[in-house]
């Protein structure tokens, strides 16, 4: 078994088309946000990329959700962005309504058929405009707002839908004609045929997403029968702004605002009665965010979540439970409900629950929404067939430990929901891992298929008088609800410059870029204002839409008036109208004084440098190598392995020490590896493309030079301070007990084993949740029952988190014995000793929730399952790199949701432990994923730098050398003559050396004081708050 | 009779570091935390770009109060300009007391881009602060 999962891994690096050549093209099948990243990765590092999908528009679930935990940030806001550049990317062709019918060939060179169902209107004529929905007579079920409101025949699924084209439904279309008379762009065509495309590509990406449960089968919970019983997906499109009810929480029976509300948890998960083994994972995280945002919506409703453990195992997790509960009042009741009744006058709901200390319980509820667990479709089942791709029990794709991409097919790479289930941050994460998969395939023909971008020549607006365009944003209801935006618009009309101003529902969609794009053409508009959300998150893509356009990317400004000012001032329209106007005079007085600049293209090093020998740090120097490119790697230690070496099995079984030393043979042996083992980093300098380290080996200095770094410093177990730890040999931690387990037989003579949880974590000094220990527990517990199964194990826990898969494993457990006792974070358990006989007994006291009262178990053997701590070096090394931690000392990655890897400060990545506890599957993902972002630079030769480095006037300059002390980054000198000039690749445009030049001699372009007065200027003729 | 006036509340402008407080308020936004919205936010690269003629030209320009928010000592995006912001601001608003403005008038705070929270604490309190003032008017320009 472990002898071809080796040889596996080693056919897909190595050349495994002998007949036929490589081809440089990947599909990727499903067009959710998990297909999407790795989409973008690939095109971004060279390859043509196909996505597949079977629906009108990519987006996939992602699109569907109202708000992401645990930041609440807006899922659409943060998604559109990912389906615009998809969409409009060069190397991207986007198949909708279709599906993967055929593959045959092999790895590096398949042939692929696929199936288009006609979408009876061109994509390439239709310009989303909506006329023809206008006037479609016909009625229909909205399946994207889960049949909560109707939608016409010709239809798009939604307002920000990539492509953005209607799509006529044929079987409630009545041809009647009206559609096909309206469009004004001809883009109907009754007569569309089902069309067959053939594909050729060298590898490709399952990521087809999965479907939620079908909760009719849960008849004692009555969805499908009340309707007032909504699934968990049904509610976040009744949360949703753009949703059927506009975001008004309302039921659906009769438009009342519930006051009552219960979410029931586990619905078709953790369930072997439906035949649903596994934890759906982010069902408690979900329930709880669309209690925490009902509330946000309407103060009045009093959530209710019935749970069986609270599943919060991300990273930040815990904190927003804690939010929830402590701030928004949100209710966890800690039962599984046994049954739904409706009340046949009200239409409202009682509810029938057996809480933990046996007692029964009814409680009646206005609405009740069903957490439906996630399982995959048979339409994906049909899919992984006609590949060939081997399933797990549940129809998932089965994939290994080691190998968390891999689908036993060569050459078929696996991300999102599809291989287990999971959230948002980690399919993107996986996302990213299997584009690095491709690349460690394909990288001999990187580069061969694809198009370059090429902008039309920029139009010289020097010396023209400003005509500034203004669009603004409603952001469905985001700002519309609270800003006056007609009325904004209206006042921009009015302003200096201003020769254009609009408003748009969503000025982020990829139809307004079009706008934005033909209005410039139009009104020769030379600078640009979007007043909409924060620059951010969206800056970039406005830019490049000007740059399309032909104008400077610098000559475009953006007004914040929903994140600093809708979203703050919810309750205050007048006031946040007012203030939205201020902000948008503020941006018109600064367009006006915006000149074009240019940018620098800086070359690429196209070496890594990863900082950690551990897993995740050898796994990322493989994928780079493989890759072809040249890698350092650092570490701190004398051996390689890190926190993997104290791991001696899985709870699948497999062997990860065996891994460890083929891993480590594999990084010696691979001659682009340069290891440099027991040496520390002394200072790191330089920018993306550009870095160059400096490290100590005993009295030894040596300098690398590299484009990109990997930090995978990893994580350590905590030295438990509780539990007369290190009192006594008897108390161990959970590594020492593995690392016992491992190296000799347990004593059978071992009557009782007492296992405790949360050792340090989820306590004060470590509020998060250290996500591996509830798995190795029952890993532990299952090994000592397997070596001596009359021992008797009791895992004392507060919520098993045994996520995803490892579930069935927690079942296992019971089934074979092993007791858990639930204990209360404020009733923590108690190791005691006693002296008996001259022998000291030891027991551990805990109080049992079920019976009521306080127990003693003797115990042989006392096991505290420790926390993931973050290395102490972290803090030094996140200064040196100038990146940020988070409050709990991991590193803080640049989006909680869709950048898992990347840093803020562009070139620097981040993966396994040091971004938070994970396990080694999610380890080897993460390493993959930031190799692949690393990736999208180390394969350029060129990257283009920002445009805003210091400009000093030589004239001015009186060579007082105040600049020269005060850069941070030694970019300022003196020249022959004696006044002061600037290195430009080293500034970073931050302005100091300007705001301290004595003379004014210094600018800051962009950010230049003329700029920055005139927005301050812009507030005189205020009007009142 | 003269018609009920609007109660005075005062404008403040802000100074926002790209880095740390600018995103900080974006998630204050995010978050959903309601402040007053007394406040309007200028842009910068770094707190340090912040040149002391800006504050004293808002002031003369009618601003009641200023507030200019950078990156944690230590995380600074540009490794050490907030450090000289709060040197230059220290020495600013000496100056401006003994210019007979109140130093209550001038604000520097540190705010992180993983605290909305603070971010709202700090508008809510420097709102607070120039409203017990009153209206700034000694170096406004008629």
Known sequence: MKSTTLRMANMNSQDTVSKGRKVGSVLVVGGGIGGIQTALDLAESGFKVYVVDNSSAIGGVMAQLDKTFPTNDCSMCILSPKLVQCGRHLNVEVLTCSEVTKISGRAGNFNVSVKQQPRYVDIAKCTGCGLCAKFCPVDAIDSFNKGLRDRTAIHISYPQAVPLAYMIDREKCVGCGLCKNVCLADAISYLEQEKEVTLNVGAIILAPGIREFDAKLKSEYGYGRYPNVVTSIEFERILSASGPFMGRVQRPSDGEIPKKIAFLQCIGSRDVTCGNGYCSSVCCMYATKEAVIAREHMSQIEPTIFYMDLRA?????????????????????????????????????????????????????????????????????????????????????????????????????????????????????????????????????????????????ELDVKGQPPRIGVFVCHCGINIGGVVDVPSVVAYAQTLPNVVYACENLYTCSSDTQEIIKNEIKEHNLNRVIVASCSPRTHEPLFQETIREAGLNSYLFEMANIRDQCSWVHMFEHEAATEKAKDLVRMAVAKAAKLNPLDRILLDVIPRGLIIGGGLSGM??????????????????????????RNIHNTLEGEDPQRFLKELIRKV???????????????????????????????????????????????????????????????????????????????????????????????????????????????????????KSPTTEVFILYRDMRTYGFAETYYEKARELGIIFIRYNENKKPEVIKKSENGRESLSVSVYEPIIGEQISIDADLVVLSAAIVPPDGNKILAKMLKVPLNEDGFFLEAHAKLRPVDFTTEGIFVCGMAHAPKSIEESISQAYAAASRAATILTKTKIEAEGIVALIDEKMCTGCGTCIILCPYGAITKNDVGVATVTAVLCKGCGLCAASCPERAIITPHFTDEQITSQTRALLGRITA | MKPAEKEWTPKILAFLCNWCSYAGADLAGISRMQYPPNIRVVRVPCSGRVNPYFIIKALQRGWDGVLVSGCHPGDCHYISGNLVARRRFAVLKDLLEYLGIESGRLNFSWVSAAEGEKFATVVKEVVEKVKALGPAERLVKR
């Open chain 1, 313 to 457: 195992h991300g990273k930040d997790f815990d904190k927003y439970i804690e939010r929830a509960r402590n701030k928004y009042g949100v209710r966890f009741a800690r039962c599984r409900v046994s049954e739904v009744k409706e009340i046949s006058k009200t239409q409202s709901l009682k509810i029938r629950y057996e809480t933990e200390d046996g007692t029964q319980h009814e409680e009646n509820f206005d609405l009740v929404v069903l957490s439906v667990g996630f399982a995959p479709s048979e339409t994906v089942e049909k899919l992984a067939k006609n590949l060939g791709v081997e399933l797990n029990k549940y129809g998932f794709c089965k994939t290994r430990t080691f190998y968390p991409i891999e689908t036993s097919k060569p050459g078929v790479f696996v991300c999102g929901m599809f291989s287990s289930p999971k959230d948002i941050p980690q399919t993107v994460t996986q996302a990213s891992a299997a584009a690095a998969s491709v690349g460690k395939l394909l990288f001999s023909v990187r580069g061969t298929l694809i198009k370059k971008k090429k902008f039309p020549r």
């Open chain 1, 619 to 644: 796994i990322a120097a493989l994928a780079l190598a493989e890759q072809g490119f040249e890698t350092y790697l650092i570490e701190k230690e004398k051996a390689l392995g890190g926190f993997l």
């Open chain 1, 668 to 786: 010696k042996d691979n001659h682009l590896i340069h290891t440099f083992q027991g040496v520390n980093i002394e200072e790191i300098s330089g920018y993306v493309g550009n870095f160059r380290t400096t490290i100590a080996h005993a009295s030894e200095k040596s300098e690398l030079d590299h484009g990109i770094i990997i930090v995978a410093t990893g994580g350590e177990e905590y030295r438990p301070k509780e539990y007369q730890y290190s009192m006594d040999p008897r108390i161990i931690t959970q590594s020492e007990l593995e690392d016992r387990l491992s190296t000799t037989t347990i004593s059978t003579r071992l009557n009782s084993v007492v296992i405790i949880q949360c050792v340090g974590s989820r306590d004060n000094s470590h509020p998060y949740c250290s996500r591996v220990c509830c798995g190795e527990a029952i890993k532990n517990a299952l090994k000592i029952k397997e």
